[in-house]
């Protein structure tokens, strides 16, 4: 905006000169100041007020904070040849604001281009597997190709994630037919190991009521304490000496051809 004392656009235009003989200059915290006279820098200046005399000055601030690059839809082949789109994120700041506008004519558009190259080596040399299951580690390799362009631009990226990969209609059912598959077998594999594990313990079972009669019995006794705690009569033949057991009256124990009630 023309403020009377100097023309601010943006980070990567230089503003036009300041009319006026006084000029006032105002950076915020989160900014740098390029301080320029008749074309030349003179310097950087700090947050807070400045005030210059003379003819011929001009101010170019920079944002400092971090931001994000956002690149959207991107067209690429994977390591199978097949079209994919990728979006990724980029977290970067600007780390030397000489350089970054002094470097190139538009800073950001050279690094939007330097991420778009990254992304096309990085995801041609990768599964498209990969490129589902292992998301981070694709974005470490990307934000080790774009670091050392973004510090040419005096810019330091922080970051670099994949935030979406969309695949072709057809590819995208094999893959969610592939999927399926595989969870049903993981399900089928967990159902036998547990059929597995509990024949095991009923060998065990055995084996431990095989080898200990009293074991064997102390058993049976708790199967009739819970039998008789239901309430209804129960007749069974027992070896070892154990007599029929019921909760019923007296005069059906003596009968061996009772039936059982439920």
């Known amino acids: 905006m023309n403020t009377g004392y100097y023309y601010e656009l943006n980070a990567t235009t230089v503003p036009v000169a300041g009319r006026g003989f006084f000029h006032r200059f105002a950076i915020s915290h989160f900014e740098c100041g390029l301080l320029y006279r008749h074309g030349k820098l003179l310097g950087l200046l700090d947050a807070g007020r400045h005030r210059r ?99 040419g631009l005096g810019l330091a990226a922080h970051s670099a994630e994949i935030k979406d990969v969309m695949l072709p209609g057809e590819l995208k059912k094999v893959f969610g037919e592939v999927l399926r598959a595989k969870q049903e077998g993981q399900a089928a594999l967990k159902r036998a190991r547990g059929e597995s594990a509990a024949l095991r313990n009923l060998a065990n079972a055995a ?27 129960l007749v069974m033949g027992v070896p070892a000496g154990f007599a029929p057991l019921k909760n019923g009256s007296q005069s059906k124990a003596g009968n061996p051809s009772a039936n059982p009630v439920d």
Request: aromatic residues 8%; hydrophobic residues 45%; charged residues 15%.
């Open 53 to 151: 005399f003379g003819f011929g000055y001009a101010l170019s601030k920079v944002d400092l904070r971090k931001t994000v690059m956002d690149i959207a839809g991107q067209e690429v082949l994977s390591l199978e040849n097949v079209g994919l789109k990728v979006s990724v994120l980029v977290a970067y700041q600007v780390q030397d604001p000489v350089k970054a506008l002094h470097g190139v004519q538009n800073w950001y558009g050279y690094a939007y281009h330097a991420v778009q190259l990254a992304l096309r080596s990085v995801i041609s040399a990768q599964p498209i597997e990969n490129l589902l299951q292992q998301r981070l580690e694709v974005g470490k390799q990307l934000l080790a190709r774009v670091q050392p362009e973004f510090a």
């Open 207 to 233: 084996r431990l009521l095989e080898n200990n009669p009293a074991l064997q019995n102390l058993r049976l006794m708790q199967c009739l304490s819970g039998a008789g705690a239901s309430g209804n009569t």
